[in-house]
């Protein structure tokens, strides 16, 4: 369909922007995508209390309505600025420069963007960041990396989130790894509970590896140079 | 955006075709929609497995990718027919269109219609159901109908899924109610468990009152008339 591939190449100039924008100031840039309530504002909310001290984190929130994300990020002390898509699906590339010029992120730190809560359509829309995280908790089903392939092929981590309720759902965690593998051979994955903090520490450290300079120069080579 | 409307408008007819062709047979279609995981399939299990015997019931699965979802209903000895979407983010009149040829579904019966797992983009997007209902589970948060409320306004029923959940997550009930009647001051709610059952029985019972042979010749007016 052309008219979809124009918005998309309009899209992906756009990212590209962004993404010497960043580049300019070296800040690593990651997009967070999930269904709604899978839990990414509790890891970032999380995540600000633990690190913020260590590595400068900014934050832009996407949503369709409200500024309740928001509030939550700024509670922490950390710089946030909400996007309203209003009936839009997921955050785009000229949403992102908007909020970067209003959030004036500084240099050498760490840019965490939450997408709208879909697990569909943010796949399809490059932000200019370094990667996307796909958070997946237990409770939605062991099944959805081979139902939405999408968003797992285009996310280089899948974090598995609310361990915490592993004991009261049906939820097999090696399926569901062996079916985010099928659709993304390469891609890793950490387990934890941001509302407990358990596993929490692995990914603080996944964040700090990804802070290394090495990777920042030449973000699509990290993994075969960190393998060598 | 004038391509936007053209799309909808162009979705609007063909769903007011199914509309027609359901009325013709006096089917009862209902849409489905949710995050993915919120636990539509066992919702759709659990109804063919206990009320099956009793009317009816057709399904037709929406997914990007994967038979699982037709594998599991089928289990249950229903007719269904899966649509996969591919990149697409929600079904459209189009596909239930053809999906109903195939499907054949008998007079007198209810339709099921399990929507693409997404909070967002089937909210727009008629496809000539009776209505739309839409499925909260306890583990996705009580502030999803403000952040999303464009799907509780389509919607007139509200199903708050996985209540066996609520000792162990942090949910307000009631919370999570008032923020769905500020964006649909009128979506009747229920509140059930699909995996233990409870609950289950007011679902039934909504079922049956929407089988009304009055609420089928007027679906439009039958709030006003069930209240007389």
């Not at 962004?18 to 995508?33: E, S």
Request: with cysteine.
């Amino acid at each position: 369909m052309s008219l979809e591939q124009d918005i998309l190449a309009g899209n992906n100039r756009l990212a590209e922007r962004n993404r010497g924008w960043l580049a300019g100031r070296n800040i690593v840039a990651f997009n967070l995508v999930s269904s709604p309530g899978s839990g990414k504002t509790t890891v970032l909310e999380r995540t600000l209390r633990d690190m913020g001290g260590e590595i400068p984190i900014s934050v832009v929130e996407g949503d369709q309505e409200t500024e309740f994300d928001a509030e939550r990020i700024r509670a922490t002390g950390c710089r946030t600025v909400q996007i309203n898509t209003g009936t839009g699906c997921h955050l785009e590339a000229g949403m992102l420069a908007q909020a970067l010029t209003e959030l004036d992120p500084p240099v050498d730190s760490l840019l965490m963007i939450e997408n709208v809560g879909n697990l569909v359509c943010p796949a399809m829309f490059d932000l200019g960041e370094h990667t996307k995280v796909a958070i997946l908790s237990v409770t939605e089903g062991a099944d959805k990396p081979l139902k939405y392939p999408h968003m797992f092929r285009a996310s280089s981590l899948m974090v598995l989130n609310k361990i915490d309720l592993l004991p009261h759902v049906d939820f097999d965690v090696d399926a569901c790894i062996a079916h985010a593998r099928r659709v993304n051979p390469d891609v890793e994955v950490l387990r934890l509970s941001a509302r407990t903090g358990e596993g929490m520490d692995l990914w603080y450290d996944w964040l700090r590896r990804r802070m290394d300079s090495r990777w920042l120069a030449e973000p699509a080579s990290y993994g075969e140079r960190a393998g060598a």
